[in-house]
């Protein structure tokens, strides 16, 4: 399994959050607490969008602590929006178009969990995507096709709705072929302005999901701490497990629902599949 995490919110340094944190997503690339595995060293990823351009990406197969050019980037580059993972294949080649996130257009994606038993599905699951859109499928990853199953089903117009349809499809089609638990997930998609993050699976354990608690209430937890006098208040991360272990400032995503980050209020809803 993998560990990722999604930030919105005033723009800082990539690193603040992948190399700074006590508990930051290179350190748990080697030592995380919650994953199915505590070593995630199959590829790294980051998406981020600056200056409203499309989002641009940078995923290596090099483990996450052992690639100094992401230590780099991750110093230099400022954004108000962005993606990481670390990757723990649940089967996929190790190879840079399997690394998340995935990018289509204005859109990222990535995903903790897996398809069960995908070679089984894999061909009936493809058929099912757009013919405009197959052709964009680049790597061998459950992950992506669930991405571009997505896609057809209309992300972009209804990311719920849309995740709602591929889930239920990716149910249907693995019951068929016996499969007793088609699909584990946790699942961030981006448009850059709006986040959605989902936890579900289908036998309804999934891996861990947390967001970080309203900045302006975390601002009054801990006055003592400058550094978040900084950041506005309707900044968010949205984590696989906690960067670190500051009272009051992780909260469990429930089983079943998707979090919706956006400007104003962001929003907390049950999810089911179609």
């Not at 038993?117 to 052709?135: A, I, M, W």
Request: proline fraction near 5%; include cysteine; hydrophobic fraction near 35%.
């Amino acid at each position: 399994m993998c560990r990722w995490l999604a930030y919105s919110g005033s723009p800082i340094k990539l690193d603040e959050l992948l190399v700074k944190r006590d508990r930051s997503l290179i350190d748990q690339s080697l030592h995380s607490r919650l994953g199915a595995t505590t070593t995630n060293g199959d590829g790294f990823g980051v998406g981020w969008y600056e200056d409203g351009e499309p989002p641009r990406v940078y995923r290596s197969t090099h483990p996450a602590w052992n690639d100094r050019n992401l230590r780099e980037l991750a110093s230099g580059i400022s954004s108000p929006l962005f993606f990481a993972h670390i990757r723990a294949s649940t089967g996929g080649a190790i190879q840079e178009t399997n690394v998340h996130p995935f990018r289509h257009g204005n859109w990222l994606w990535m995903h903790n969990g897996l398809i069960r038993e995908f070679p089984r599905v894999q061909r009936e699951l493809q058929l099912q995507v757009s013919d405009d859109l197959y052709t964009s499928i680049e790597g061998t990853t459950d992950s992506e096709t669930f991405f571009y199953l997505a896609l057809t089903f209309g992300l972009e117009d209804d990311p719920v709705a849309a995740v709602e349809q591929a889930v239920g499809f990716i149910e249907q089609t693995g019951r068929k072929h016996g499969v007793e638990h088609p699909i584990q997930m946790t699942v961030a998609t981006t448009n850059g302005e709006t986040i959605w993050a989902f936890r579900y699976s289908s036998e309804g354990d999934s891996r861990s999901l947390y967001f970080s608690t309203r900045m302006d209430a975390l601002k009054a937890l801990h006055p003592e701490l400058a550094e978040l006098g900084v950041l506005s208040d309707e900044t968010r991360v949205v984590v696989s497990e906690p960067l670190g272990d500051l009272p009051g400032a992780w909260n469990a995503v429930p089983e079943s629902h998707v979090g919706i980050v956006q400007p104003g209020e962001d929003e907390l809803r049950a999810f089911s599949p179609r």
